[in-house]
């Protein structure tokens, strides 16, 4: 595809969708990248009693605890987040009002990559725990029914952190979806001196009603 090819099929488009597309990629390998490199500390290197990770409630109900690097956990998770930067790409269009909306898809793609993941899982039930530095402390519970149970693990407790993740950054492309559909009447209410590359809009109506609806 050629350079100029390449600049129409972008001023044909949104960068709100670019960030709204990215977890097709970014979501796989969050998760690989998580899985395979984001491994459990072990509680002797952290200067807790072995014997005191695990409880047992009962013959069935097992609980145990298991701790993970916040800020190894941050950059795994973050990493995948390099795709919305290319949203950068929309910097090439030399209309105002797709650059401030490149503004705004790119704030919103870093919030979603860098912040929320982490604070998702910090909400859920892993705890911060920060006493010989700084940790997502979790307890996984035996799920199952008798004869059939799941144990826990660092594994499972590595997916459930994932899970947490994942719900956050659900959250945040809702939000996403939403600014990109109420940026085109924001824009024609407050700021009408940029203008859409479509072409200039319609003279300023005489009266608005309610907040996005004009006659």
């Not at 001023?11 to 970014?26: A, G, H, M, N």
């Not at 793609?109 to 911060?128: C, D, E, K, Q, W």
């Not at 940790?135 to 459930?160: C, K, M, N, T």
Request: charged content about 15%; proline content about 7%; some cysteine.
């Amino acid at each position: 595809m050629s350079q100029e090819r390449l600049l129409q099929w972008f001023r044909r488009r949104s960068p709100f969708v670019w960030v709204l597309v990215t977890p097709v990629v970014t979501l796989p390998l969050s998760a690989l990248l998580l899985l395979t490199l984001g491994g459990e500390h072990e509680a002797a290197a952290l200067g807790l009693p072995q014997n005191e990770l695990c409880r047992f409630d009962g013959l069935l109900a097992q609980t145990c605890t298991y701790y993970f690097d916040f800020w190894r956990t941050w950059l795994l998770l973050a990493i995948p987040g390099a795709f919305n930067l290319l949203v950068l790409l929309w910097a090439l269009h030399r209309n105002g009002y797709v650059r401030l909306a490149l503004g705004v898809a790119l704030a919103l793609g870093l919030v979603r990559s860098l912040v929320v993941p982490v604070a998702a899982i910090g909400i859920s039930h892993f705890a911060l725990f920060s006493e010989v530095g700084l940790y997502f402390q979790g307890e996984v519970i035996a799920g199952g029914g008798v004869g059939d149970i799941d144990p826990p693990s660092p594994e499972r407790a590595l997916r459930q952190l994932l899970t947490a993740a994942w719900i956050g950054g659900a959250v945040a492309w809702v939000v996403t979806l939403v600014v990109w559909q109420v940026y085109e009447p924001l824009m024609a209410r407050y700021w009408r001196s940029l203008e859409p590359p479509w072409g200039p809009r319609p003279e300023e109506p005489k009266r608005w009603t309610g907040f996005l609806h004009r006659r």
